[in-house]
C-alpha cells in the first residue's frame, strides 16, 4: 500500500539523501529553503484558487437568484436580450435613414430653387402669350403642356385643308407674338392636329389621321413661309416647329354632341419643354 509521505518529512529525506550524496550543509540548506519557499507558494495559490472558486460560486448563486426574481416578475432574459439585439439592428436602421433624409433634404432645396426659376420662367411666357387671348384664342395647360388652341371651324371648311382668309389672319397674327418676341422665338412648338370622332373614309385623306395631319401641315408651312410685308407666312423658324396628326385620340369635349364635335376640330400650338422643364405645370394656375 502507497503511503503518503508529507512535505516536511519530505525535505527532511531530501537533506539526507543530499547529505549522503556528497552535498555540504550549506548546499542542502539552500535546496531546503528552495523547496520550503516553494511549498509556501504552492499553499498560497491553493488558497487563492479555493477563494476564487468560492467567490465564484456565491456570484453564480447570486446570479441564479436573480434570474428567478426576474422571471418571476415577468421578464424573460432571453426575449429581451434578441430585443436588445433587434433595437440595436433597428438604431442602425434609422441611423441610416436620417443620413438619407439629410441628403434628400439638401437635394430638394437645391431642386427647389431650381424649380422656382423654370416657374418663373413660365409665368413670363403665360403671360406673353396671354395677348392671343385678346384674339379669341384659348391658352391652357394640357398634359404638362402649354397650349394654344386654334379653333377648326376657323381655320379650314369642313373636310378641307385649305386654309380659310379668317384662319390667315389668325395665324399672322399669332406668328407675329412669337416673332417678335426674343423668348418665345426661341422655344420649339409642335403644330398638333385634331378631329372630331365622325369617321371620315376614302378621299385623299382616306382617314382623319391623314386630315389632322395635313391641316397641321399646312399651318405648318404657313408659319414658316417667309414674311411679304403684311402678307405671305408667318416668317418663325423651320428648325423650331414640327407637325403632327393626332386624329380623334385627344378629345378635349364629348364628341355626342355638335358643339363637342366643333371643340374637337382644333389645331394647338404646343410650346415644347426643355428636359429642365419637366415640373408639374398645372401647380402654377
Known amino acids: 500500500m502507497r503511503r503518503t509521505i508529507s512535505t516536511l518529512p519530505a525535505l527532511v529525506l531530501i537533506g539526507a539523501m543530499a547529505l549522503g550524496c556528497g552535498y555540504s550543509e550549506d548546499e542542502w540548506q539552500a535546496q531546503l529553503s528552495k523547496y520550503g519557499k516553494l511549498d509556501q507558494a504552492h499553499k498560497s495559490q491553493s488558497k487563492t484558487l479555493a477563494e476564487i472558486q468560492a467567490e465564484l460560486g456565491g456570484a453564480k448563486a447570486r446570479v441564479k437568484l436573480l434570474v428567478e426574481q426576474l422571471e418571476a416578475m415577468g421578464v424573460n432574459l432571453d426575449e429581451t436580450q434578441a430585443q436588445l439585439e433587434v433595437s440595436g439592428s433597428e438604431n442602425d436602421i434609422l441611423a441610416a435613414n436620417l443620413a438619407e433624409v439629410n441628403r434628400a ?42 397650349v394654344i388652341s386654334l379653333p377648326g371651324d376657323v381655320l ?37 392636329g385634331h378631329t372630331d370622332s365622325n369617321a371620315l373614309k376614302g378621299g385623299r385623306f382616306k382617314d382623319n389621321w391623314g386630315l389632322s395631319a395635313m391641316r397641321a401641315r399646312e399651318v405648318l408651312v404657313f408659319m414658316i413661309a417667309p414674311l411679304d410685308g403684311d402678307t405671305g407666312g408667318g416668317g418663325l423658324s423651320s428648325e423650331r416647329l414640327h407637325a403632327a396628326g393626332y386624329a380623334a385620340t385627344d378629345s378635349i369635349a364629348s364628341n355626342d354632341t355638335k358643339e363637342g364635335r366643333q371643340t374637337n376640330r382644333r389645331v394647338e400650338l404646343v410650346l415644347m419643354p426643355d428636359v429642365e422643364e419637366m415640373l408639374d405645370l398645372k401647380g402654377m394656375l
Open 105 to 146: 433634404l439638401v437635394e430638394y432645396k437645391a431642386r427647389a430653387v431650381q424649380l422656382e426659376k423654370i416657374k418663373n420662367r413660365f409665368e413670363v411666357l403665360r403671360d406673353k402669350l396671354k395677348k392671343l387671348t385678346n384674339l379669341g384664342l384659348k391658352v391652357a395647360i394640357r398634359h404638362n403642356r402649354m
Open 156 to 192: 379650314f371648311a369642313s373636310g378641307r385643308d385649305n386654309l380659310r382668309a379668317e384662319g390667315v389672319q389668325v395665324l399672322a397674327a399669332v406668328a407675329h407674338v412669337i416673332r417678335t418676341d426674343d423668348q418665345l422665338a426661341k422655344r420649339y412648338f409642335q403644330i398638333a
